[in-house]
């Protein structure tokens, strides 16, 4: 037989069979997580299912408050009052409270994700914690349910594509300019429930937050996983907060692979997705001076303490945004506000007239405070820009922390080269 990708050597061990790439395999399940988008509707099933039954492992379950915290209307309160109430009865000690931030990187700081496990969730971008090398991926309620019920789930195995960078760039160039280069050039067809293996020398180089990046965009391109192998800090990272033994899962030299793309970031510049997707990418420079008048840097694909960073350096030195310009800074997680505020991040967004919001995953869907009006344009580090997202005749661009940090003082979509010489 031929030798295994990563998915294959997971799914295999999580089964107890040898599995192949479409095969169906019944898996155990390692972690089952909720959130308070759509996790209320979990529960609710799973009480009328089973009677108001026990679960089968409430170890193996986490509930995290990340999309809408703290509660904004009497509704999100009474769900997120519905969750805390299930992990109560059930003997859940694994609740994230409103407090705590973006649920996967909230999970990965507690040391609850580890390579070669298997791990749900009612979020579409469960997948970014393959950039660790688990194979985490977004599910329904029922899939939720059956899990809970009886600690397993089914899969068909994904295909694996192989993805190799190649190429070094220079600061203000980022991993989210290297992302959305290669989600413009693998577009959204190629990659429909596949695993994508990314390896290269500029993936080798990436820390922890810029893996997080890569992984959180995988879903725009309809990846059912990334696998990043971890390296250096990331391995260290892990080690410091993972309880239990671990191996990191890699693919056989025979391994079959359905493609293998490579993707040249060779002087790469500072890229854009423009409205209204994803795949819509042009480097800066090609939009320079178009409208806009709202910032926004966070979310599960840019909110951790080095994206603030390098913004803060711009900020700081221009020592102000532009008068009509809104910028919104949003930490992923409680522990990246804490690194922040030691750092004087803080400090640094204030005084330029930037606001700052509890962790969480905030500008990444119409739910949230900062929400654009007809006619508003907003500079995001998110992952999507899907019409109407954030608001009914609006629109969104996506880029790095240092572009959005460039044109929140220009007042104008700017190339954070200015700022940030090469």
């Not at 099933?45 to 409430?58: A, L, R, Y």
């Not at 869907?365 to 500079?379: F, R, S, W």
């Amino acid at each position: 037989m031929a030798g295994k990708t990563i998915i294959e050597k997971i799914l295999s061990k999580a089964s107890g069979k040898d599995v192949y790439a479409k095969d169906r395999v019944w898996t155990e399940v390692d972690l089952a997580v909720i959130r308070d988008f759509g996790g209320p509707n979990a529960v609710l099933e799973f009480d009328e299912f089973t009677n108001k039954g026990k679960v089968k492992n409430p170890d193996k379950i986490a509930i995290t408050f990340d999309y809408q915290a703290p509660a904004k209307d009497l509704k999100v309160a009474q769900n997120q009052a519905l969750c805390r109430e299930f992990a109560k009865r059930q003997g859940i000690k694994n609740l994230f409270d409103v407090n705590s931030g973006i649920g996967q990187h909230v999970l990965l700081e507690k040391g609850l994700i580890k390579p070669g496990t298997v791990v749900i969730g009612t979020d579409s971008h469960m997948n970014l914690l393959g950039a660790v090398g688990s194979f985490s991926t977004g599910v329904g309620t029922t899939d939720i349910v059956a899990c809970w019920y009886s600690g397993k789930l089914w899969f068909r195995v994904p295909e694996t594509i192989k993805v190799v960078f190649f190429g070094r760039y220079k600061e203000p160039t980022s991993v989210k300019d290297l992302t959305l280069k290669f989600v413009k050039e693998i577009g959204p067809d190629e990659p429909n429930y596949k695993s994508l293996e990314f390896v290269g020398e500029p993936i080798d180089n990436l820390s922890l937050a810029g893996r997080l990046t890569l992984g959180s965009m995988v879903t725009e391109v309809n990846g059912k996983i990334c696998f990043i192998n971890p390296t250096d800090e990331t391995l260290n990272f892990l080690k410091e907060r993972v309880k239990e033994r671990f191996e990191i899962e890699k693919s056989d030299e025979d391994a079959e692979y359905i493609e293998e793309v490579e993707i040249d970031v060779d002087n790469l510049v500072p890229q854009i997705a423009c409205p209204h997707s994803p795949d819509n990418v042009v480097p800066v420079e090609e939009v320079e001076g178009r409208f806009f008048n709202q910032g926004f840097i966070g979310s599960c694909t840019n909110g951790r303490f080095e994206d603030f960073e390098i913004a803060a350096r711009i900020l700081k030195k221009a020592k102000k945004i532009h008068s009509d310009i809104r910028l919104i800074i949003v930490p992923a997680t409680r522990e990246v506000a804490s690194q922040m505020l030691r750092a004087g991040l803080y400090e640094v967004f204030m005084d330029v007239g930037g606001m700052i919001a509890n962790p969480g995953c905030s500008l990444c869907t119409a739910g949230h405070h900062g929400v654009l009006g007809k006619g508003d344009v907003l500079l995001s580090t998110s992952n999507r820009n899907f019409l109407g997202k954030l608001g009914k005749g609006s629109e969104v661009y996506l880029c790095s922390p240092a572009t959005v940090a460039a044109s929140c003082v220009e007042g104008k979509i700017t190339d954070p080269r200015k700022y940030l010489k090469v």
